[in-house]
């Protein structure tokens, strides 16, 4: 007799299978709930690419004093940010302050958004990847969007950019990332997501120097404020719900 779930996560795409909620039963996301915790995650490991840190983690490792040279700054750097939402513009405002120049991708590029420097829609990316010091994926799963990055659009990317990825896993060909890095090309890439879930352990993607692999860890209940944040958006809801009104992070009605 389910009328309405609200659920605890941005994703709704299990909820949405055939067969798994009851016909009529209203579904909303908790959207808007995890811009803090994911940007951060996204600006650390951004940062820490930069800067070698976790190269230099592996020399500590070993016990090796070893300088490894040329880094990077963000200051006066181009930073793509493809899906400008509650994360994308979290992270721009971010980079923004280290002195970044944010260039946004959205599929309704007439709608701003805090943090973005210029706006253009989804369709500008292969114009803009030849550009970008830093390119961020942090798009939802849709037709549109499965593999968007994949081998031609990586090899259009600046031989020392930096590649993002931390929406959906699906967006990303991993198998072109791994075949370009091992190339020698990118400064580095960071990824939160993959396909699948956990990354098997014979992908060649473990044992690139110059990525940084985190299993699915940026959003989740790991900061107090995206609980707040997503029993907030609960209460909301269930306010609206009982007036009568629209709900909010409507997906299924």
């Given at each position: 007799?389910?009328?309405?779930?609200?659920?605890?996560?941005?994703?709704?795409?299990?909820?949405?299978?055939?067969?798994?909620?009851?016909?009529?039963?209203?579904?909303?996301?908790?959207?808007?709930?995890?811009?803090?915790?994911?940007?951060?995650?996204?600006?650390?490991?951004?940062?820490?690419?930069?800067?070698?840190?976790?190269?230099?983690?592996?020399?500590?490792?070993?016990?090796?004093?070893?300088?490894?040279?040329?880094?990077?700054?963000?200051?006066?750097a181009t930073v793509l940010v493809a899906g400008t939402g509650d994360i994308g513009s979290a992270f721009a405002r971010l980079v923004k302050g280290m002195g970044a120049h944010t260039v946004g991708l959205r599929r309704s590029p007439e709608r701003g958004a805090e943090g973005i420097d210029e706006m253009h829609p989804l369709s500008a990316l292969d114009e803009w990847l030849p550009k970008a010091d830093v390119v961020a994926l942090v798009l939802p799963h849709s037709p549109e969007t499965d593999r968007l990055m994949d081998r031609a659009r990586i090899g259009r990317m600046k031989e020392d950019a930096i590649l993002?990825?931390?929406?959906?896993?699906?967006?990303?060909?991993?198998?072109?990332?791994?075949?370009?890095?091992?190339?020698?090309?990118?400064?580095?890439?960071?990824?939160?997501?993959?396909?699948?879930?956990?990354?098997?352990?014979?992908?060649?993607?473990?044992?690139i120097p110059n990525l940084i692999i985190t299993p699915h860890s940026a959003g989740g209940m790991r900061l107090e404020v995206t609980r707040a944040n997503c029993v907030r958006q609960a209460l909301d809801n269930l306010n609206r719900w009982q007036a009568g009104k629209p709900l909010e992070n409507l997906v299924r009605r």
């Open positions: 007799q389910l009328r309405w779930l609200q659920t605890w996560s941005a994703g709704v795409d299990p909820y949405l299978k055939e067969g798994v909620l009851r016909e009529g039963a209203m579904l909303t996301s908790a959207v808007g709930a995890y811009g803090q915790a994911v940007s951060e995650h996204m600006f650390a490991t951004l940062l820490a690419l930069c800067k070698r840190l976790h190269q230099y983690r592996d020399t500590q490792n070993r016990h090796c004093w070893a300088p490894l040279g040329e880094v990077k700054t963000l200051a006066g993002l990825s931390m929406g959906r896993g699906s967006v990303l060909d991993q198998e072109a990332l791994a075949a370009v890095m091992g190339e020698g090309r990118l400064w580095g890439a960071a990824l939160d997501v993959t396909v699948p879930e956990p990354l098997p352990q014979d992908s060649p993607l473990w044992t």
